[in-house]
């Protein structure tokens, strides 16, 4: 809420703004003064300003005391314009206190009792509960009135402060543009007025806004800045940490989001900061390190907040911090009786309070209880979980089709899992956009890989290789997309989405202080229910699809397998699944679909990462050993890769072209090393989908041919100058003209891009994955701004072709990220690659393209005219080709 009014005829009417922006220094100064019988006009002051601290620490009931004190001295000092002032506040912690038919009733007498600048600031303030409860429309004529009483008065930091909350009202409505105009004003308003510290408030809402419409580089602008400005000022604010950590979380960067929250917290404990924004941004440190699969430290973390919660009586938030703790307890792997039991009394608060978060808890409750055997209980608390599948929210129906399925599982009735499984994801798929908040993205990514999981078991225990593959794709199809960076074009869907964000954001605040919810959550289902038909209707990045196919492809995700496999002829695709941590190789060929058992996951990952390891140390000289040890050392690692990779489907390759699709982690295999492999042209797709789709894609018949030569190359970007002139009119771009604006405008719809220039893959941060060319970095977010992709690229020096799995197997990266966005094909390496021996691969690989050669076809016979030594036979090996070559 608003700071409330400042009364200048007393030199104790600062106590009021103090409440808010330093509340422990006022709440001593206000009892200092309370302990000196001051005068009831002073004394109503001092009351009210102590009111205020305790309602924003939590401490309802003595607010409302307080408050109730402090109205009963304006009136006696015969201050009506005080009294009316201490009764708008007063309305608020009733409201806050779940009081709200006297809460309402105390800001509507205030309303009637105030005249002038008090009266608009009197109707920001009961517009501001009016939009807690979801009463939108009546606060946004509060609001209006409020922003007109002021702006004629010459009020202009209370009316900047009407104007950042009807924006809000204006986002949860879906007036965007209305939100971002009363944004701007605002913070015009608080500079004009030296307001330092509500204009940095300002742009956090800025942030906010951008975060709702999905714009995550601009949300991430608004929050540096507000983050500069709060340092300048000495006062950082923990609201912003926990809004910063949620659009990391939504930009797929859990571990930067555990840092940011891990530095709020070191920062508001020097300061002695407040224990309600501690335990907050607890809360907000567990669900980080769950997302980053640190469950240890999501466990401590959770463990601290419920205890925190706990002592300052916020039952609704303890309950919450409780069920992230046993959450955290079996991601450590603890299922033990103590913690079934710990879950259950969680279930029953969640219950208690009408938590949304309700079939969660039973869900967990229910898989420790299958996992210590007890079917009976287990089956009772998945029941229950599973009531909510048909109603409600998204993530609670995905969660309780998720219980649905462990619970048909344990019961063997394979029919019942299978619709479970299938009726679960369709869920994630037609609410993946409209989910309010990263932590439920999060969450329900979870849910969807676990319900692909099932069917996975499923098929694989009736030894059917086709439903397996089906399955696997159906996961696939869901997880694999780049989560998107920028707001969609549909401007009705939108404001939508932007909406249902708010409300979400919104209701949590509401349960948070035990409001009336019952109107928010009729506008969210009402809200979703409109976003999910126009997003069904809505066309895809691929502009050339009709509404059909893109309702189609909303409606049925996954792969055609008929059509798979008519595409692959007698070519072969491999896709490798992992169950439970081994290996299957689904050997997809000649009509039809055959299944392999290959090694463990874990210790294809450890030899994936040796293989890596031995390619850089030869390619740069980083070894005792000579190169001649080194290339035998690989050969010995590369029949090892091929063992625990493929198994006996080593042996069913044919003899033509093979297209792999490995999971998240198996990405950055070095494929030529296996021996099967070498002599082959050989492509690496993230799906069988996308493989399909972007062999149904027609190359250009002309396009322009981009060559781009970035700074700090050994090889000061040779291959560049020696392929221009086997191109007619290449655009050609380096020595300063190779600037992102630049790349990008050459770059779309491009037939063949060649980009040679250092690149970092940022494990941590996928999404910050960058090309360097002249003017700073090439990211993800730039290439996210392209309108047609490139239909080819060569990434030829630097490690661009490696992707982190995150989540549930999602894909990011400067490679993947271009597959994603319709390019058919990339040739990049999946190690640091040595740039002066990349040259000559790089000019046989166009030599071979010139002549029609496809792009996987073209890598192999480069790799094989120019390995002529160990340096040379390793930067081959170290380059791949992904999507369909």
């Known amino acids: 809420m608003p700071a409330d009014p400042v009364p200048s005829s007393t030199a104790t009417a600062e106590l009021l703004p103090l409440a808010l922006s330093r509340p422990h220094e006022a709440l001593d100064r206000a009892r200092d003064l309370l302990a000196g019988d001051p005068p009831p006009l002073a004394a109503s002051m001092a009351r009210q300003a102590i009111g205020i601290v305790l309602r924003e620490f939590g401490d309802i009931d003595a607010a409302v005391a307080e408050l109730e004190a402090a109205g009963r001295l304006a009136h006696q000092a015969g201050c009506a314009e005080r009294e009316a002032d201490v009764q708008a506040t007063l309305g608020v912690a009733l409201a806050f206190a779940g009081r709200t038919t006297a809460g309402r009733a105390a800001l509507d007498a205030a309303v009637q009792r105030s005249t002038g600048p008090l009266n608009g600031r009197i109707l ?20 209006n009135n409020a922003v007109t009483a002021l702006r004629a008065a010459g009020d202009a930091i209370w009316e900047a402060r009407a104007r950042s909350e009807r924006a809000t009202c204006n986002l949860a409505l879906g007036s965007i543009t209305k939100a971002a105009t009363d944004l701007a004003r605002a913070e015009e308003l608080f500079n004009a007025t030296g307001q330092e510290l509500e204009s940095a408030d300002a742009i956090v809402h800025r942030g906010v806004l951008a975060l709702r419409i999905g714009d995550l580089p601009a949300a991430l602008l608004c929050f540096d800045q507000a983050a500069e400005r709060f340092d300048r000022l000495g006062t950082p604010d923990p609201s912003l940490s926990i809004e910063r950590c949620a659009a990391l979380l939504a ?24 224990p309600v924004k501690k335990a907050e941004l607890l809360l907000t440190a567990a669900n980080c390190a769950l997302a980053a699969r640190r469950p240890a430290d999501a466990l401590g973390h959770a463990a601290d907040a419920t205890d925190l919660f706990g002592r300052q009586h916020r039952h609704w938030w303890r309950a919450h911090a409780r069920l992230v703790k046993v959450r955290a307890q079996l ?21 208690a309070l009408s938590s949304p978060d309700l079939s969660l808890g039973h869900l967990i409750a229910g898989r420790l209880a299958l996992a210590l055997g007890d079917t009976a209980r287990a089956n009772g608390h998945l029941a229950t979980a599973a009531r909510g599948r048909r109603r409600g929210p998204a993530l609670s129906r995905a969660a309780a089709w998720l219980a649905e399925a462990l619970r048909a599982e344990a019961g063997h009735d394979s029919a019942r899992l299978m619709r479970a499984c299938r009726r679960g994801l369709r869920v994630l798929d037609q609410h993946r956009a409209t989910l309010g908040s990263s932590e439920l993205r999060a969450q ?49 869907l939108q404001a939508e989405l932007a909406a249902i964000r708010a409300l979400t954001s919104r209701l949590a605040q509401a349960r948070a202080k035990g409001l009336p919810t019952a109107h928010l959550s009729a506008e969210q289902l009402r809200l979703e229910r409109a976003a999910r038909a126009r997003a069904l209707h809505a066309h895809g990045h691929d502009h050339r699809h009709h509404h059909a196919h893109a309702h189609e492809d909303a409606a049925a995700p996954g792969v055609d397998i008929d059509a798979l496999l008519d595409e692959v ?136 041919v981009v060559l781009v030569r970035g700074p700090g190359l050994a090889s000061q970007g040779a291959e560049v100058r020696e392929v221009t002139a086997g191109y007619a009119a290449p655009v050609v771009l380096g020595e300063g003209s190779a600037t992102v604006g630049r790349i990008l405008r050459a770059m779309d719809g ?28 090439l990211t993800v977010y730039d290439l996210e701004r392209l309108t047609r992709a490139p239909h080819q690229v060569i990434l030829s020096s630097c490690d661009s072709g490696l992707t982190a799995a995150t989540g549930a197997d999602e894909l990011l990266g400067l490679a993947s990220s271009l597959i994603q966005l319709g390019t058919t094909a990339i040739v990049a390496g999946v190690v640091l690659v040595n740039d002066l021996a990349a040259v000559p691969l790089m000019v046989a690989l166009h030599r071979r393209l010139r ?35």
């Open 124 to 143: 920001l303030r009961r517009g501001g509960v009016l939009l807690i409860l979801g009463h939108h429309h009546d606060a946004l004529a509060d609001l």
């Open 251 to 274: 930009a797929g960067l859990p571990q930067d989001a555990l840092t940011e929250a891990h530095t709020a917290l070191d920062r508001l404990d020097r300061i002695h900061g407040q």
């Open 331 to 351: 991601a450590t792997g603890t299922t033990d009786a103590a913690l079934l039991r710990e879950a259950e009394e969680c279930a029953r608060e969640l219950a």
């Open 444 to 492: 329900a990514s979870a849910h969807g890989a676990e319900l692909a999981a099932l069917g996975q078991r499923h098929a694989l225990r009736l030894d059917r290789p086709r439903l397996l593959l089906s399955w696997s794709e159906r996961w696939r199809a869901t997880a694999l997309a780049v989560p998107a960076v920028r707001p969609p074009d549909d401007e009705r």
């Open 569 to 704: 002829a007698d070519d072969r695709l491999l896709e490798l699944v992992d169950v439970d941590g081994h290996l299957h190789v689904l050997v997809c060929g000649s009509g039809t679909v055959r299944r392999h058992r290959a090694g463990r996951t874990e210790e294809a990952a450890r030899h994936v990462d040796l293989a890596r390891f031995s390619l850089s140390r030869l390619a740069h000289g980083r070894s005792t050993l000579s190169p001649a040890e080194l290339l035998a050392q690989l050969e010995t690692i590369g029949h090892t890769l091929q063992r625990v990779l493929l198994g006996d489907a080593a042996q069913h390759l044919g003899d033509r072209h093979v297209a792999i699709v490995p999971p998240g982690r198996l990405h950055a295999v070095p494929w030529a090393l296996l021996p099967s492999l070498r002599h082959r042209a050989v492509s690496v797709a993230p799906s069988a989908r996308s493989w399909l789709r972007a062999r149904r894609t027609s190359a250009p018949a002309h396009g322009r």
């Open 750 to 777: 491009a037939r063949l891009t060649h980009v040679a220039a250092h690149g970092t893959f940022r494990a941590d941060s996928p999404l910050f994955s960058a090309l360097r060319v002249d003017d700073g970095p």
């Open 851 to 885: 002549t029609g050669a496809g792009l996987a076809t073209a890598l192999r016979d480069a790799r094989l005219d120019t390995a002529g030594d160990p340096v040379a036979t390793a930067t081959g090996w170290s380059f791949t080709c992904l999507g369909a070559g």
